[in-house]
Every structure is written in structure tokens, then in C-alpha cells.
């Protein structure tokens, strides 16, 4: 079975103080792992996609990198705008197309 | 706009009520699928549908049914909805590659309170 879990659940942060978020997974083959962003009350919005260990991929202040078993979002000088929660989500390969999402970690950004 | 839309967004009923949750996409996508969002579990999928007439269970299917006669519309229907079925619903759609979705658009949830 899919397995994703993020660390840490909540994590508070100064502005302009860097910090990572954790994704561990476990997937029969990995196709694809993605990263979404979600504020309070509103629908995931999608970040990044991950396929190959030693991928990264930026977009403003965050990067995004992924090893065989985790990935991590790194946040650089963040800003109370980047407040909400993270979403990581994992794909297996096959003909299955089950997502599996981790619970998320919750991101406040303090000014 | 490239869209996923949701109806209703807000939603109170009793038990037992027959209810549909409609979801639309105008992006031409033919990947659509079901999530329900609750404090503590996260996301977890209901049913998602690769195609028109394709469609297939996700990790929680028990007390839903879907859809998908046509490719940009998937509603969720709950038969005999019970207090258990409380929850932030999102429907979120994709285009396919490779025989498989890529990242999913979400619609902006469905607040269902069972009574």
C-alpha cells in the first residue's frame, strides 16, 4: 500500500527565516510526485512535479527536490503570503491511477 | 477561465436524503476525480474516472456513486448520506499523458453537513 508522510504537521516560521518540509513515501514505482499549496477553505493549487531521484524544480522562493524516498520543499526567506498548508502528493506507476496524499504540513509565516 | 466548478459549495441535510454533488471542468480534461477532506486524515480519494463510462474506486468509495456520461461533467451522488459522511468534498481534474494524469486541477470544495 501508498504510503506519504510529511513532517512536521505545523511549522511557524519568522519572515526571512528558510526553512524545509519533509515528504517520505513508499510506492511500488514512483511516477510521479506532486506538491500542492492550500489556503483555508479553497481547492489544493498545484506547485511542482517530481519523476526522478535528484530532480528539483523552483518557483519563486520555493524548491522543490526529490531522493528515492523523500522529497523535500525547501522555502527560502519566506514571506507571510507563503503562509498555508503543503500538500504532497504521490503517483504509482501502472495501470492503477490512485493519488495518495500525505495530511499536510500547516505553514505560518510571521512578520 | 480554466475552471473546475462545484455545486453546491455549501450544503446541510438529514439522513437518508438522496443528494448530488455536480462537478464541471472546462478544460477539456479527461482525468476527473473524487476527494473528501477531513482534520487529521487529509485528502483521501473517492473515485476517480479516466475517461467517459471509465470509472473506478478510490480508498474510500463505501456510500458514494459517480459517474461520467459526459467528458466535463462527474457528480458525486450519496444515496443514503449518514452523519460519517461529514466532510470537504473537492472534485479536481487533468489531462492525461503517457496513460496516466499529470497534476490535477481542484474545484473550490463542498462543505457537506450530514445530520
Known amino acids: 500500500e501508498d504510503q506519504v508522510t510529511q513532517s512536521p504537521e505545523a511549522l511557524r516560521l519568522q519572515e526571512g527565516e528558510s526553512s524545509s518540509l519533509n515528504c517520505s513515501y513508499t510506492v511500488s514505482g514512483l511516477r510521479g510526485l506532486f506538491w500542492y499549496r492550500q489556503d483555508p477553505g479553497k481547492g489544493p493549487e498545484f506547485l511542482f512535479t517530481?519523476?526522478?531521484a535528484g530532480e528539483e524544480k523552483e518557483k519563486e522562493r520555493l524548491k522543490a527536490t526529490l531522493t528515492k524516498k523523500e522529497s523535500f520543499l525547501h522555502i527560502t526567506a519566506p514571506k507571510p503570503e507563503d503562509s498555508a498548508t503543503y500538500l504532497c502528493?504521490?503517483?504509482?506507476?501502472?495501470?492503477?491511477?490512485?493519488?495518495?496524499f500525505g495530511i499536510g504540513t500547516k505553514l505560518q509565516v510571521i512578520p | 477561465e480554466a475552471q473546475v466548478t462545484q455545486n453546491p459549495r455549501y450544503l446541510i441535510t438529514v439522513t437518508g436524503k438522496k443528494l448530488t454533488v455536480t462537478c464541471s471542468q472546462n478544460m477539456n480534461h479527461e482525468y476527473m476525480s473524487w476527494y473528501r477532506q477531513d482534520p487529521g486524515l487529509g485528502l483521501r480519494q473517492i473515485y476517480y474516472s479516466m475517461n467517459v463510462e471509465v470509472t473506478d474506486k478510490g480508498d474510500v468509495p463505501e456510500g458514494y456513486k459517480v459517474s461520467r456520461k459526459e467528458k466535463r461533467n462527474f457528480p458525486l451522488i450519496l444515496e443514503s448520506p449518514s452523519p460519517n459522511q461529514t466532510s470537504l468534498y473537492f472534485c479536481?481534474?487533468?489531462?492525461?499523458?503517457?496513460?496516466?494524469?499529470?497534476?490535477?486541477?481542484f474545484g473550490p470544495g463542498t462543505r457537506l453537513t450530514v445530520l
Open positions: 479536481a481534474s487533468s489531462s492525461v499523458s503517457g496513460g496516466s494524469y499529470n497534476e490535477q486541477f
Open positions: 517530481l519523476y526522478s
Open positions: 502528493a504521490v503517483q504509482a506507476w501502472g495501470g492503477y491511477q490512485k493519488v495518495t
